[in-house]
């Protein structure tokens, strides 16, 4: 781990804030209203709850240790064995998840912006500006979020405030039409998205005020997730239930329909812009946290010289794993829940419990 690098409180929340929204910006409405129709924003807020609960159990932890990353809470709570195990699959993790946000941004490059471009060209494009990144280490990652997130927010409330008009509130009616099971089933998608600022703990030791750390992760992520909520209840609200379903990127189209006196339109490209914001933070954010937890594993010094080679891996990863866009909604569908409920449910609670039954039994 580079322990001489550092970001303050306020860096640590924009992080958890743009990791939050992150790909889900494009997603998310989508997959709630697949299930929950026109109450796919209510599912979307009691992610808000949720998100409390997930927040509450990582800073538990993070405060516990507030020198190690979570992939060294294993070798200090299940031992040498069982902890390398359980870093070892982290480190899988994060890579698969930044492998697979980097296909998808080449299937929204090559689908929606630059048909004729192959998409090997954008993912080295962009695998190469993520590794160039992560080279330079959580401060350039973190300052880079805040130069771009009052960027994000403006283009945010711009998109609201021209959306505004089109709104239709029939569109959001019958609340709960069909019983609460569907928001549940809806929000349980949602939860398997939320459950990736797990990664985040990599990067809680580099905040110089570790008392004001936790607090700035959850203002973070209830951030994030109030403003999937609001697209969310926007996309509902403007296309209705059966085209955010039916859009593979509905978000994207909102910004379609935005016309102003036949004049100012078709500014798709501020929801692109957008979507780059955020993306761009959450794979820096998995890619360096690869990076830094097999160095750990290794007994490295520093994971700059494992940078180059993990990038060529997760470019490669990206086009084995998501051939094309229908096979990344069935993997999101049924797999990717259940997958992440592994690391950002299941190991964290066997992390705190090992740690209380620690402190109870008189070790520190």
């Given at each position: 781990m580079l322990v001489n690098e550092k970001i303050s409180p306020r860096q640590y929340m924009i992080v958890t804030a743009l990791f939050t929204i992150?790909?889900?910006?494009?997603?998310?409405?989508?997959?709630?209203?697949?299930?929950?129709?026109?109450?796919?924003?209510?599912?979307?807020?009691?992610?808000?709850?949720?998100?409390?609960?997930?927040?509450?159990?990582?800073?538990?932890?993070?405060?516990?240790f507030p020198q190690l990353t979570i992939t060294e809470y294993g070798k200090?709570?299940?031992?040498?064995?069982?902890?390398?195990?359980?870093?070892?699959?982290?480190?899988?993790?994060?890579?698969?998840?930044?492998?697979?946000?980097?296909?998808?941004?080449?299937?929204?490059?090559?689908?929606?912006?630059?048909?004729?471009?192959?998409?090997?060209?954008?993912?080295?494009?962009?695998?190469?500006?993520?590794?160039?990144?992560?080279?330079?280490?959580?401060?350039?990652?973190s300052r880079s979020s805040e130069l771009l997130f009052p960027w994000f927010i403006l283009l945010f409330c711009i998109l609201i405030f021209f959306l505004w008009p089109q709104i239709r509130i029939d569109q959001i009616r019958p609340v709960l039409g069909e019983g609460i099971k569907p928001v549940v089933s809806g929000n349980l998608r949602f939860f398997g998205n939320m459950e990736e600022t797990v990664i985040l703990l990599m990067l809680f030791p580099f905040v110089n005020q570790p008392r004001k750390a936790a607090k700035a992760y959850t203002i973070g992520l209830l951030i994030g997730i109030f403003i999937l909520s609001?697209?969310?209840?926007?996309?509902?609200?403007?296309?209705?239930?059966?085209?955010?379903?039916?859009?593979?990127?509905?978000?994207?189209?909102?910004?379609?329909?935005?016309?102003?006196?036949?004049?100012?339109?078709?500014?798709?490209?501020?929801?692109?812009?957008?979507?780059?914001?955020?993306?761009?933070?959450?794979?820096?954010?998995?890619?360096?946290?690869?990076?830094?937890?097999?160095?750990?594993?290794?007994?490295?010094?520093?994971?700059?010289?494992?940078?180059?080679?993990?990038?060529?891996?997760?470019?490669?990863?990206a086009l084995k794993f998501v051939p094309n866009k229908t096979y990344f909604d069935t993997f999101a569908f049924l797999i990717w829940t259940p997958y992440t409920l592994t690391y950002g449910v299941f190991f964290p609670l066997v992390f705190l419990c090992a740690a209380m039954l620690r402190k109870r039994s008189g070790h520190s």
């Open positions: 992150g790909d889900g910006i494009l997603y998310v409405p989508s997959w709630l209203a697949t299930e929950a129709k026109q109450d796919a924003w209510i599912g979307a807020l009691l992610c808000m709850v949720e998100g409390l609960l997930l927040a509450w159990l990582y800073m538990t932890l993070a405060k516990r200090k709570l299940l031992g040498k064995w069982l902890g390398t195990a359980a870093a070892i699959l982290y480190v899988t993790f994060f890579l698969t998840d930044a492998s697979l946000i980097l296909m998808e941004i080449g299937d929204f490059i090559t689908t929606q912006v630059l048909p004729e471009t192959p998409v090997e060209s954008v993912l080295i494009l962009f695998a190469a500006s993520i590794v160039i990144g992560t080279r330079l280490g959580a401060e350039t990652i609001v697209l969310t209840l926007m996309a509902i609200l403007v296309l209705g239930d059966s085209l955010t379903a039916l859009y593979g990127y509905p978000s994207y189209a909102l910004t379609q329909k935005i016309s102003v006196a036949d004049f100012f339109e078709r500014i798709e490209a501020i929801m692109a812009f957008m979507w780059f914001i955020t993306v761009y933070t959450k794979i820096a954010v998995c890619y360096y946290a690869a990076a830094i937890g097999l160095s750990g594993l290794l007994g490295l010094k520093s994971s700059r010289i494992l940078t180059l080679p993990l990038g060529i891996l997760m470019y490669n990863l």
